[in-house]
């Protein structure tokens, strides 16, 4: 079968993007976009490339945000395919980064095509924002981008993210929010002795323990109408020289929240530190904010993504803010109305990545119909 997204794809899949090299995708999607008037800019650093693209200088303004980076492929001796080499089988595209995220990237380059052709004279602009860097730190992707935009003063109305987030069939769910990340390495002291004599010593196992089960059974909120209740969970504990004659001169316990937006950092850091100093322990606390949370509730552009996928696919839409974060957490500092809007997610990362051919024409048509909705005269 013959299709414009099952062709480009096939292009951008065939190119070895392990992040953070992006393995020339983007000069193939550059190269499609200039000749319908977009200018291309490359915003470059430490081996990543980003690329911000733009058609008209109007509002609104209407972005395709997404990577063209993949995770690492795993033994090849696993794929029953070459992972750089797609192949289609019983239905199904295999490749390394069909769902995660290229088939999104050429169905958003034949959508704007098609919008544009339809649309040549279309209000408002249309960009693309596009990382190398999103698999891997994600330091020097998408947020350098936002960085540059928001010291030009520019902002975006409208922004769809390709990440993959279909359950069973193509549209039964969007992203319309992430959940936040504090993370925090807390070290309890104590007193290191033998074993022996622990009155001669002070255990910061023993100690810090009851804190631990009482921030375990904490509500740290009740969630939303979006969101889940914040979780918080330990990763690792650390104590101890390796023998067993020595009572630690200190514990070291990670922990992680994956919060919403009932909560903020600042409310998580004061409450937990609240708790461990209940617990009269010595310990210090070095914090990091991996994401803060982001949410688009109804409104224009839910509403035209809902109807898209009702038009394309037959079905309701779900709206949901589960799974881990995503580039959105960036662009969210420029953007109000954001949602993720990608293929099914059961591949993502695994070994026989794959989509189902007849998403690839579906999922451009749902671009398709929300531009039409949102940039029509």
């Known amino acids: 079968m013959s299709d414009p997204t099952l062709d480009l794809v096939r292009q951008i899949i065939a190119r070895p993007s392990v992040t953070p090299d ?7 999607i550059a190269a499609r ?3 319908l008037g977009f200018a291309c800019e490359f915003i470059n650093r430490n081996g990543v490339t980003n690329l911000w693209a733009r058609r008209g200088t109007a509002k609104p303004l209407f972005v395709f945000a997404g990577h063209t980076d993949v995770v690492p492929t795993g033994p090849l001796d696993k794929w029953t395919s070459p992972p750089f080499a797609p192949e289609i ?4 595209f295999y490749g ?3 769902a995660d995220m290229k088939s999104s990237l050429a169905a958003m380059l034949t959508a704007t095509e098609a919008f544009i052709a339809t649309h040549p004279q279309h209000p408002g602009s249309i960009a ?3 990382t190398s860097d999103e698999e891997g730190d994600a330091v020097d992707g998408t947020t350098i981008v936002v960085e540059a935009l928001k010291a030009r003063g520019e902002t975006l109305d409208f922004c769809i993210i390709g990440e993959p987030t279909s359950v069973d069939t ?9 959940r936040g990340s504090l993370s925090g390495r807390l070290t309890v002291k104590g007193i290191q002795c033998h074993i022996a004599y622990p009155h001669l010593g002070r255990n910061p196992i023993h100690e810090a323990a009851p804190a631990l089960a009482e921030l375990g059974d904490t509500e740290w909120d009740q969630g939303n109408e979006y969101f889940p209740p914040t979780t918080w969970q330990i990763s690792n504990i650390h104590g101890g020289t390796g023998a067993t004659n020595v009572v630690p001169g200190s514990v070291e316990i990670k922990f992680n929240f994956r919060f919403s937006t009932a909560s903020t950092p600042e409310s998580l850091q004061q409450r937990l530190t609240a708790i461990l100093d209940k617990h009269e322990l010595d310990y210090e606390i070095d914090w990091t904010l991996g994401a803060r949370p982001f949410l688009t509730g109804r409104g224009p552009l839910a509403a035209a993504a809902s109807s898209a996928i009702r038009e394309v696919c037959g079905i309701d839409t779900e709206l949901s803010t589960t799974g881990g974060t995503s580039d959105g957490r960036f662009i969210a500092e420029i953007c109000d109305q954001l949602l993720e809007i990608g293929p099914v997610n059961a591949t993502s990362h695994k070994i026989d990545e794959c989509v189902d051919i007849a ?3 579906q999922l451009s048509a749902i671009y398709t119909r929300i531009l039409e909705q949102l940039l029509s005269a």
């Open 170 to 178: 193509l549209g039964d769910m969007i992203k319309n929010g992430r």
């Open 33 to 35: 976009l200039e000749p």
């Open 128 to 130: 693309f924002l596009l």
């Open 22 to 28: 992006d393995a020339g995708c983007m000069e193939i």
């Open 89 to 92: 089988r019983d239905g199904m």
């Open 359 to 361: 998403a690839l024409p």
């Open 96 to 98: 390394r980064g069909a």
